[in-house]
Structure formats: structure tokens, C-alpha cells
């Protein structure tokens, strides 16, 4: 048998230490491998975990060394790359698995070269379409560890699929990422390691080529090595030992085309912990992960790239910088937090200078834009951003500030245009400038929140026109949303009643449908740590739900309404391994019910007052039909999932590592489907929900807060045994305070499905500003492209890395393939069109795009299919 003994290490940027901290060892780490290698030559390569940024963190600190990193990775002694960061696959957005990639790739070509293999060792488990993102940069290859069983393939080496049909030839490191990493000078020990993975490997193996990996968490490279391998090739003969990369052992072990195909996700934790419930921990700084994603790429470098159309110098570098810090924070332990208090307090600063970089790139684009439009004389512009590529039609609520004190609106034809105003406050200008050598002047203005009817067929703009109240009045009027007396809101298409225990009951109006029960809350006790959520031997519930909430009327119109739901009730102050204490807190929950005269939507902001330690709340949401399986966004569309596990207690019996349950992670959305229709949970940032299919339907829990005490604990009623992490004391992951939660329910009919359209209306509020006084030349309302298939997302519009062009972006939200596929361009911006992969690569052949009407005719998308376009401006 050949075995392939890889050096390296597996290097957490961040983790039981700080990036400084760590960053101390690296340095010293890179010192000692640089000498290694060249003054051995006879140990041909080292692997450096398959990420790039710590070539970025070590020359940041010696810089002076950079020539001699390029020659070692040119001549891959150093071998780096494909990702910027290990990331996790399951929390960050899809358009960030790109950019992770498409920076590592950059970065590593700068250097001399990447390894083209998808190297995950130690994500907490794998998203289905990891082959499709790998294939979009020409990857073939993928090396993993964790969440696969024999039950989903019996064999280390296998091809694994995915939903569109990419496929990537793939192995699973069975034993771990550090197999070997205790060979030494000692020659019966060695011969026993490999004894010892021939016992545990043969039978899964080709029985012909074996993978070593000699390294682990912040190795060094073993200086021993290349005199290990002539030891072991004397002392066991009968195989063949050689220091190798990666790509030698896959191609040695594809050569035949006999291998099991496998589709789906890897989530199991047989073997290896994989901490299913791991997207409950600090829930505060993965809301922060959504929004300041959510900014820089829907919002502000969409809006960059519109106004570079329009002569506004294109900031290349802020967006990647902005990019970047968001990446840094990607790292699986560090997005999954894990990690301790100061690592996870850096971590927030680094989203908040991403959020500073994207928020002055927005405003700077939206007034440069605004600067260049011909208004029309009548009335002071409001304009008006949409951000999603899909028409958007009905009521919206935005925010902006004027000097106009009182007005009424109209469009750029002069017809009156509906809104309610539902809040107005006075600030100012005085406070928020500097004159210097002058004493500043009161300027007052005015902060409108309002919804104002719009039509928006894609992605663009529009101006409205605010006209003193002395002209006619346009001011919706007509029947409120909110009835105090029955404690019911009624739209166009719903009924929703407070319940008398404070849920909720949502009908239909068309079809009938009855959804009740809907927003309950429950809360209970946490023995976990921040790796995983667990009950305490003897767990207690607690909920609200014993009478009628405190309704507080916030804003009542015909157009739209806002409600706040006032709870309080008694929880135990804190859990233990055993069970709940017996002093009590208080709970407050308030929560705000939004709701829109035209869409199908209930909003939900809800904010928790936290006292209590150790404990967890959840909102639940029972469908109204029993069913067997769900839908769920994930980074490239959505994928069905069963409700329940085939067999919930096979993992106590068969003694797994950890509890495997229906618990999930997702993006944007999960939800039911029925002949009817489709029931959608929306939410913002909460990236685990639970499927409970005790009862005769279905239920949805969605972890609004969940606290613990310790990084690490052991012996856990859901992971029995050894503890993860640290046993170090994490008291930020208390979570004492105030927090804030945003999640909707929707029910549509279906012949309304689309649910990409709703997504998008759900994530990406309308910008609305008032421009400065100048006047321009472009038209008062563009758009600059729209999808017009149903179900199709755009997830980046942007410029090209190298060249003049745009890239954008789409995906199949879709399960199911997706026909005549269909977007049109804006003619006057755009007279080019050409597919490209993921890495921005061209791809040859003719594209269906007419330059007079600016359609492209995409056809068929495979499901959850990505499709990139170059797109050519004038």
C-alpha cells in the first residue's frame, strides 16, 4: 500500500486565544519553517491548512520575509490556499463563500499558486452545495472530517454531488486532520500508528493508496520527518512511505471511476462532534454577521456599482477591506463563537468597521447618484432605493429626514401617491456639524417614518415629490389595520388575533387557512456550554401564555399598523447540571407586531430584557397540516429536510459523540409546503430552528436567546463524556441586557410563490433620501436590471475583480429546476453579456441577450444553480 504523509497544521486564527496572541506563535511558527525548508531539501512540502490570510498576518509583522515565502510556495515546498480563512459552512452568506475563496485564490496566485482542493478539516459539519461552490473555481477536489457516516457512504473516497450536478471527487479524513501526528524518533511507535490506521482505514480504503496527516492544532512542522519516512519504508517493506501533498494521494485514489456518487449535507456526529446546536451561542453577534453582510453586499456595493456607471470612482479596495474584516469573523470557530469574551468582543469591532466602510460607501453612492438626476421643478425629490432585483409592488416603510414640515406627495407623472406617516421627530441639524471659528445656527429637520405605496420593477430608483400641504391632501384615509376591541388586525388578505393567552391566530382571507398559536414563547434551562445547547438532567418550562398581554397601540392607519405585546413572567434565575434553581427573575419580553395593509406578511421585533443565567427562549410556530419534511434557505437556495430523524435514539444506543436531532441550520427562510400553499418563517440573523413532531402537526422553534457560563463543560445530557473546548469561564455569553429579534410569518397561497421576491422584500428595506439641491442629467426613475422569473435571486452585483465590467449574479432559490429562466438589462448602461464561473473566468460560447430589448434568456437552471454574467457598460 502507498501512504501519503502530509505535513501541516491546522491554524485557528483565533480560538482559546486572541488573534494577537496566536499571532505571536505564528510568527515564530513561520521563522522556524522557513529555515526548515530551506535548509532541508530534502523535505518537499509542508501544507498550510489550506487558508491564505496568515500569509497576511505573519508578513504584516515581516514583511522583509515575503521573498522568501514566494520562492517556497512558488516551488510548493509551502503549499496555501484555496480560502482566505477556514470558514464554517453553514452560518456565513453564500456570496461570502465566494469571496472567501476568490480572495484565497487571489492572494495565494500572488504568491506563486493554490492548491486546488476544497481542505475543510474541521468545519462543523458540510453544506450541500460545497461541490458547486468548489467547481465554480475549477476546484475537482474535497478533503474533509466531520458530519458523514458509513450510512451516507461506507468508503473514505467517494464523489460527492450536488443539487445542480456539480460534483467534486472527495475524501473523508475518517481518523481526523492529525492521524499521524505523533510520529517521532521512536520506530515501534510509528510502526504502530500505522498498524493502528491500517486497522481503522483498510476496510473503507481502496486498499491500495492511505492518507497520513502529520499535524495538528498549531503544529510545527516535524523536523523529523523525511528520516521517519526512510525508517518506516525499512522497517515495513511490504508498503511504500513518501511526504506528499494532498493532490498526490487524490490523484493516485481517483484513477479509477469506480467510486460511490453521495448527495446532501453532513451533519451527523457519530464520530466527531459536529455541535449541532452550535448556531444558538451568542446569537448577538450572528445577528451582527447578518446585517453588516446584508449592507456591504445587497446594499452598499450594488449601489457603488450603479453609480460607477455613472462616473463615480469605483472603491475596489474599501469593499474588499470591508470584505475582509467581515471574513476574518468567518473563521469557523470564531462565527460559530467559541471562543473567549476578548475574542469575541474584537470580533464585534471588526463588524463594526465593516458596517462604518459600507455606511459611508452607501451614502456616498446614494448622494452621488441623487447629485446627477434631471428632477422635475415641482415639489422638493424624495428618491427612493430598491435594492432587490425582483419587482416590488405595495406598501413600504421608510425612513428619511427633510426640512419640509408638512407635505404630501406625488410621483414623477404628478399623480397623487398614498403613505401614512407613523412617526415624526424634530432634530438638530446643529448638533451633527462643525463650523469652524463659527458659532453654529439651529437648522431644524425632520425624521419621518412612514409607508409610502411603490412599484419598482427591478433593481433601480425612483423619485417622488413632496409638495407643501397646501395643495391637495394625499394622505391615505380610511378603516385602521388594528381593532383595540377585538384585538384583531385585518389586510387585504388576513385576519391576526391576539389570542387570550397573548399567541397569535392568522386566517386566511381567501382560502380560509387557519394558522393558531403562532409567536408563543417558551423558555427553559441550558447546562450546555458555547459549543452546544443541552437540558439539564431535570429541565423545567417556562411560558407567558397565561392570560392576555399588555397591548400597547404604537401607530394604527388604513395602510399599516404596529402593535407592542407586553409579557412578564417568572423564570428560574439559573440552571445547573442537574436542574433548574429555585429562585425566580423576572422575564420581560415586548414584542412589536408590524403589519402592512397589501402584504401577506406579520412582522416581528422582538426585545428580550435578560436577567436570568443559563437559560434559553424560543418562539415557536405550528404549522397547521402534519407532514413529513420542510424547506430551508441555505447559502445557494433551498433544500428539503425530513421533520423528524429516522431513529432519535440510535445515537444513545450506538454511543455517538453528540445527540442528532431536528435541528437545522438555515439563512433566510424556512417553511412548509402544502397543496394550498407554503407557509414561510422569515428572520434576521437566527440562524438554527428546531422541527418538534410530537404532536399532530408540526412545530417550528426558532432559539431567540440562549446563554451558558463556560466555554467548555463535560458530561452533558446531549454530548456525553469529554467537553469541547476549554473549561474557562465566558461570562459576555450570559448575555445580560437588552436584545432584539426580528422574525415574520407568511402564508402564500400557491399561486403566489415566489418566495425569492419575498426574501428579498423581508432583507432589503428601501433606502429613501433627499437629495442635496443639484440637478443632473439622469432620469427621474431607473432601473438597472430585473429578474422576471419567478424563484430566481440575485446575490451580487459588482464590478469585475480585473477589467472594466459587472458582475452579476443569480441563483435558482429552487429545489426543482427552474424553465425559461429570464432578466432584462437597462439598454443605455449595458451592451455586453457573457457567462463566467465563479471566479470570474469567461466562458466561452454565445449568450442569448438582445441589445434592443435587454433581455437575456438564461433557460434552465438546475437546482439551487448559481449563474455569474459579465455584464459590459457603454
Partial sequence: MDFYIISHTHWDREWHKTFEEYRVRLVIFFDNLIELLEHNPHYPSFMMDGQTIVLEDYLAIKPHKKQQLQQLIAHKRIIVGPWYIQPDEFIPGGEFQIRNLLIGQRIAAAFGGSMQVGYLPDSFGQAAQLPQLLQGFGIDYAVFWRGITEDECPDVDFIWRSADGSSVKTTVLAEGYGNARLLNDDPDNNVSIIKNNLAAL?????????????????????????????????????????????????????????????????????????????????????????????????????????????????????????????????????????????????????????????????????????????????????????????????????????????????????????FAISAVSAINQNDAQIEIGQKNQDRLLYRYDMAIKVRFPGFGYQALYMIPRSMPQSEAKGQPLFNESTATFTTDFFTLTVQQNGALTYTDRATGEQFADLNYFIENGNAGDEYDYSPPVSDRLCHPHHGLPDIEVLHNSSLSAAVRLIFNFAVPADTGADKRSDETLDQRIACILRISKDSRRVDFCTTLHNQARNHRVCVTFPDNQP??????????????????????????????????????????????????????????????????????????????????????????????????????????????????????????????????????????????????????????????????????????????????????????????????????????????????????QEIPGDMSFNALTGVIRVGRLQPNEIVTFIVDAF
Wanted: hydrophobic fraction near 35%.
Fill in 202 to 418: 483498510y476496510a473503507r480504503s481502496d486498499k491500495r493508496n492511505m492518507l497520513l496527516m502529520c499535524g495538528f492544532d498549531q503544529r510545527n512542522a516535524n523536523p523529523l520527518l523525511p528520516e521517519i519516512v526512510k525508517q518506516l519504508n525499512a522497517d515495513l517493506p511490504e508498503h511504500n512511505f513518501r511526504i506528499g501533498a494532498l493532490t498526490d494521494y487524490l490523484a493516485a485514489v481517483f484513477k479509477q471511476g469506480d467510486k460511490k456518487v453521495v448527495e446532501g449535507e453532513f451533519r451527523k456526529g457519530k464520530y466527531m462532534r459536529v455541535h449541532v446546536s452550535i448556531g444558538m451561542t451568542r446569537l448577538d453577534i450572528k445577528i451582527t454577521n447578518y446585517h453588516t453582510q446584508t449592507q456591504l453586499q445587497r446594499m452598499a456595493e450594488p449601489l457603488m456599482s450603479m453609480s460607477a456607471l455613472f462616473g463615480q470612482p469605483y472603491q475596489h479596495e474599501l469593499i474588499g477591506q470591508a470584505c475582509k474584516y467581515i471574513l476574518q469573523n468567518h473563521a469557523h470557530d470564531s462565527i460559530c463563537c467559541v471562543c473567549t469574551d476578548s475574542t469575541h468582543a474584537q470580533m464585534m469591532q471588526r463588524y463594526h468597521n465593516a458596517q462604518q466602510i459600507s455606511a459611508m460607501l452607501l451614502q456616498d453612492a446614494s448622494e452621488y447618484i441623487g447629485d446627477h438626476i434631471a428632477y422635475k421643478t415641482q415639489g422638493t425629490p424624495l428618491v427612493l432605493f430598491n435594492f432587490s432585483g425582483s419587482a416590488r409592488s405595495g406598501y413600504e416603510n421608510v425612513s428619511f429626514v427633510t426640512p419640509a414640515e408638512d407635505f404630501t406627495l406625488i410621483d414623477s407623472e404628478g399623480q397623487p401617491v398614498d
Fill in 627 to 840: 407532514g413529513r419534511r420542510h424547506f430551508a434557505e441555505q447559502q445557494y437556495g433551498m433544500l428539503y429536510r425530513e421533520n423528524s430523524v429516522p431513529d432519535p435514539d440510535a445515537w444513545q444506543r450506538e454511543g455517538w459523540e453528540e445527540r442528532y436531532y431536528a435541528l437545522y441550520p438555515q439563512q433566510r427562510y424556512m417553511g412548509f409546503e402544502h397543496a394550498s400553499g407554503k407557509v414561510l418563517i422569515f428572520n434576521k440573523g437566527l440562524v438554527t430552528y428546531e422541527i418538534n413532531s410530537d404532536g399532530a402537526t408540526p412545530v417550528v422553534s426558532v432559539p431567540l436567546i440562549c446563554t451558558m457560563d463556560y466555554m467548555g463543560k463535560q458530561d452533558l445530557v446531549d454530548r456525553p463524556g469529554r467537553r469541547s473546548g476549554l473549561h474557562v469561564p465566558v461570562p459576555d455569553s450570559l448575555m445580560p441586557g437588552d436584545h432584539t429579534l426580528e422574525y415574520a410569518f407568511m402564508y402564500l397561497p400557491s399561486s403566489e410563490g415566489d418566495i425569492a421576491a419575498e426574501a428579498d422584500r423581508w432583507q432589503l428595506p428601501l433606502l429613501a433620501t433627499t437629495p442635496r439641491g443639484k440637478r443632473g442629467s439622469l432620469a427621474d426613475a431607473m432601473t438597472l436590471f430585473a429578474v422576471e422569473t419567478p424563484n430566481i435571486s440575485v446575490m451580487a452585483f459588482k464590478r469585475c475583480e480585473k477589467g472594466p465590467g459587472f458582475i452579476l449574479r443569480l441563483v435558482n432559490q429552487l429545489a426543482d429546476k427552474a424553465d425559461d429562466v429570464q432578466l432584462r438589462l437597462n439598454t443605455t448602461c449595458f451592451n455586453r453579456v457573457r457567462r463566467a464561473t465563479l471566479n470570474e
